[in-house]
């Protein structure tokens, strides 16, 4: 009941396209959701999140939509370029005295010009 | 402002033997915690620190432990090592939940 499940486990965008990476859950107490961002040799890097309270949110041209009652959240990366090349993972928390994060099994996105 | 400082970044162990690892923490980060990183079970959360103490951990067997200092830098050991420990390990210092930052690993072979 701990899992994030993620999909697709490797995507292939053109440049200029959308990426779409979707995530879903099981247990209705995670309440904050990170996606990370890990290019090869490097540790991951947190790139936006959301709380279960907002149905979406945008960074540049990165957007989080998040579906409580279908318990998934999606990550939209707009305008695709070749440095986005990286795997991204999506993450959750449990509330508490806690910053552990639990992650999901990670997709792999090759932009291609 | 420094990032999250690991070392060794690359390390080779023989079966049976153990390894110590470390982190800096961003200065002014209390929480550290331990990630093993592995192609075939991706990321699992080993143990978090906060202020010296474990406040939490992953299923992990005993031979994994850690620890934290007073200044909230933080070690991980494993002991008598198996094949399948190779992995990449990854720290991470966070103020809170908002801002948790990841190093850049220690790459551990086992063979």
């Known amino acids: 009941q701990q899992q994030v499940k993620q999909s697709p486990q490797s995507l292939i965008v053109q440049k200029g396209g959308i990426s779409i990476i979707n995530c879903a859950y099981e247990?209705?107490?995670?309440?904050?959701f990170p996606w990370y961002q890990q290019f090869p040799g490097k540790g991951p890097a947190l790139l936006i999140a959301i709380r279960p309270d907002v149905s979406e949110k945008k960074e540049g041209r990165f957007t989080i939509s998040f579906n409580k009652s279908a318990k998934q959240f999606s990550l939209h990366i707009m305008d695709s370029q070749p440095g986005d090349s990286a795997t991204y993972f999506c993450?959750?928390?449990?509330?508490?005295?806690?910053?552990?994060?639990?992650f999901g099994t990670g997709t792999r996105l090759q932009v291609f010009p | 402002k420094a990032g999250v400082t690991q070392t060794p970044r690359y390390l080779i162990k023989t079966r049976g033997q153990q390894v110590t690892l470390s982190c800096s923490p961003i200065?002014?980060?209390?929480?550290v915690s331990w990630y093993q990183q592995t192609p075939g079970q991706g990321l699992q959360f080993l143990f978090e620190y906060f202020s010296e103490t474990q406040r939490n951990k992953g299923n992990f067997p005993g031979r994994f432990s850690g620890r934290q200092f007073s200044n909230s830098r933080s070690e991980m050991n494993v002991s008598t090592l198996e094949l399948g420990d190779s992995a990449l390990y990854l720290c991470a210092s966070s103020l809170n939940r908002n801002t948790i930052y990841f190093g850049e690993g220690s790459w551990l072979t086992v063979v």
């Open positions: 247990n209705t107490a995670f309440d904050y």
């Open positions: 993450a959750a928390t449990l509330p508490g005295n806690t910053d552990k994060l639990i």
């Open positions: 200065s002014g980060h209390r929480s």
